[in-house]
């Protein structure tokens, strides 16, 4: 089983819809999660992070995490062309080796007009 | 104006030959990070730095070397021994090796 697993898409949203984004990771010990976005050709630029169990709200973006089912979403509402981006859900686990991400390979989001 | 430069943004390396990526960063960060970005694979862990003068080999070292003299800088050399060096070399920066990290705005790396 892959540490970081995402869809890797392309998803494809109608202009004003919510996408959602998911991404499931192995290592129940894992302590702190973040979606980062990257547009093509350009570097990865944090979105959201969160570390406890719930929602985590942050303008049109909402992180939501279940360590119990070991998963972590990003639902963008109102979704805009300009959201078009891969987005990368990365995980750090706890204790020895905290300081290191491990990244998902990203889920290429399409907005259409 | 704080944050991350690269440079350059191409680079272009003939075979045999060490090529060295920069990495500068003012934002008073004590952490640095490497990373290296194929096509359709998430980003991998070259080197890490905690504190200057001191870095750690990430999950994939071989082929790479670096250095941390200064706080703002943190260069990686792509050695000849790198059999297979075009990717998206990404750096990053947080204020310690357990805080958020952020990323520049990456060099791209060709082999003639």
């Known amino acids: 089983q892959k540490e970081v697993e995402q869809n890797s898409g392309p998803l494809s949203v109608p202009e004003g819809a919510i996408a959602s984004l998911n991404c499931t990771y192995s290592d129940r010990g894992s302590q702190s999660f973040f979606w980062y976005r990257q547009y093509s050709g350009k570097s990865p630029e944090l979105i959201m992070s969160i570390y406890s169990n719930g929602d985590k709200e942050d303008g049109r973006f909402t992180a939501q995490l279940n360590k119990a089912s070991q998963y972590v979403s990003l639902l963008i509402r109102d979704s805009q062309p300009s959201d078009s981006a891969t987005y990368l859900c990365?995980?750090?686990?706890?204790?020895?080796?905290?300081?290191?991400?491990?990244f998902g390979k990203g889920t290429k989001l399409s907005v259409i007009p | 104006d704080g944050g991350i430069t690269q440079s350059p943004k191409y680079l272009f390396r003939k075979e045999g030959q060490n090529v060295t990526l920069s990495c500068e960063q003012n934002?008073?960060?004590?952490?640095m990070y490497w990373y290296r970005q194929d096509p359709g694979q998430g980003l991998r862990l070259i080197y890490y730095s905690q504190i200057v003068n001191d870095f750690q080999k990430g999950d994939i070292a071989e082929g790479y070397s670096v250095s941390r003299e200064k706080k703002e800088s943190f260069p990686l050399t792509v050695t000849s021994a790198q059999k297979n060096p075009t990717a998206f070399y990404l750096c990053a920066s947080s204020i310690s090796i357990q805080e958020t990290q952020y990323f520049g705005p990456g060099t791209r790396l060709l082999v003639l």
């Open positions: 934002l008073n960060h004590d952490a």
């Open positions: 990365a995980i750090r686990k706890a204790g020895a080796g905290s300081y290191q991400l491990t």
